[in-house]
Nanobody, 114 residues
Framework: QVQLVESGGGLVQPGGSLRLSCSVS????????MGWYRQAPGKQRELVAT???????NYIDSVKGRFTISRDNAKNTVYLQMNSLKPEDTAVYYC????????WGQGTQVTVSS
């Protein structure tokens, strides 16, 4: 069975950093594009960053220069390094594996607050 398990969320002060991880099992990880999404309270889920099978990355404008998505195919894991965090980054963060089918993790809470 396919499993995506996010970790690394938590409470951090504005300006701080967190590194999210998403460990994937049950699929051939290297065949899938991966993405990080987030959903803040009362808002729709939005795309944050994607990384293709070849490692090409894309980001929404609000996180460019602050967030970095990466993948380790040997570890079946995708990461999201988040620096210079802002209160508006507060959300539940989800990872997604995308090919013909898509698979989602259960999410990890990120709270940016002083």
């Amino acid at each position: 069975q396919v499993q995506l398990v996010e970790s690394g969320g938590g409470l951090v002060q504005p300006g701080g950093s967190l590194r999210l991880s998403c460990s994937v099992s049950g699929i051939i990880f290297s065949f899938y594009a991966m993405g990080w999404y987030r959903q803040a309270p009362g808002k729709q889920r939005e795309l944050v960053a994607t990384i293709s099978r070849s490692g090409r990355t894309n980001y929404i404008d609000s996180v460019k220069g602050r967030f970095t998505i990466s993948r380790d195919n040997a570890k079946n894991t995708v990461y999201l390094q988040m620096n210079s965090l802002k209160p508006e980054d507060t959300a539940v963060y989800y990872c997604k594996a995308d090919q013909i089918r898509e698979y989602w993790g259960q999410g990890t809470q990120v709270t940016v607050s002083s």
